[in-house]
């Protein structure tokens, strides 16, 4: 069965396509990086259709909530209409099956900790309200046109392949693991932005899971909707929420050096606290984090950023 993986040559979207290989799936690969634009809807029905293409897993995104701020119309473009491009570009080749790459940016600031995929959504940023309209639209074409998808609303993906293959390199980089080692590896300082937060440190808490358990949640998402699971939206997290100050005495910790801290303010957008209530997809796909403590990811992610 072959798989189109948007977005397949970044982050997630590489591991999760090393395991679906390992499992005997095709896959096919369509990312800026080959060139290859989900904006090029002339180009998406070609491949789909010379690639017979059955599923497709959705990850191409611009995904920096602070620039989406300071470049709203980027993420709207990218993000939510060339999502509509792709779901329309299934629907007029006859693919009816996608699994989607949320956010937890969705919820915005959460009434409740651990949140809930019930929830409101009340995005914060351009970014997540980009992710939320998609939600919406796969909402819609499955009761007009029978596309079937699982989003996974994600709550920061972190580490890295445990062989050391696969790992985080966005340019630029804005996700916190990798800035504190990248600090730590160069003898920088690290900016922290923002310590009164609401928070018992008062630094933002994110629930952070390990790049090769989101992977597995994709893969049997999508066995799921190749044997007929109906259209729906799970969180993708562990549960437990981890501050930023905590990251970086981990990262003391696994790299056996200080971290230098430089205090910056606040980034517009971001929430106090992320954490996810999983129990939804956890009990319904059987699913269990296997490698998302914070020392096995940043051991990993450390693992991996040692070789640059």
């Not at 980027?74 to 329309?88: A, H, M, V």
């Not at 437990?240 to 200080?258: L, P």
């Amino acid at each position: 069965m072959k798989i189109l993986v948007t977005g397949g040559a970044g982050y997630i979207g590489s591991i999760t396509s090393q395991e679906l290989v390992k499992q005997g799936y095709g896959v096919v690969i369509f990312d800026k990086k080959n060139g290859r634009k989900i904006q090029d809807t002339e180009l998406l029905e070609k491949v789909i259709k010379a690639e017979k293409v059955e599923a497709v897993i959705h990850f191409a995104a611009d995904i920096e909530m602070g620039e989406s701020m300071r470049n709203p119309t980027k993420y709207f473009e990218n993000n939510f209409l060339g999502s509509l491009n792709l779901i329309t570009t299934m629907v007029k080749t006859g693919v009816k099956k996608m699994i989607f790459s949320s956010t937890a940016g969705v919820y915005g600031n959460p009434e409740r900790v651990p949140i809930k995929e019930e929830d409101r959504k009340r995005p914060e940023n351009p970014y997540g309200q980009s992710k939320l309209m998609t939600e919406q639209v796969l909402e819609f074409y499955d009761r007009v046109y029978d596309l079937k998808s699982i989003s996974l609303r994600y709550f920061n993906a972190a580490g890295a392949a445990l062989d050391g293959t696969l790992g985080e390199a966005h340019q630029p980089e804005s996700h916190l693991i990798p800035n504190v080692i990248k600090a730590v590896r160069q003898n920088q300082e690290f900016n922290l932005f923002g310590d009164d937060y609401p928070t018992p440190d008062g630094t933002c808490i994110r629930d952070y899971i390990h790049v090769l358990d989101l992977a597995e949640a994709h893969i049997l998402a999508l066995q799921a909707l190749i044997v007929g699971h109906k259209t729906d939206v799970y969180n993708a997290g562990t549960g437990k929420g981890y501050s930023n100050h905590e990251v970086i005495k981990m990262v003391e910790k696994v790299s056996g050096q200080k971290v230098k801290v430089k205090l910056e303010p606040r980034r517009p957008g971001d929430a106090n606290k992320l954490v996810a209530d999983s129990s939804k997809f956890q009990n319904e796909f059987h699913w269990q984090p296997k490698y998302s403590d914070l020392e096995t990811i940043v051991k990993t992610a450390w693992q991996w950023h040692s070789k640059y």
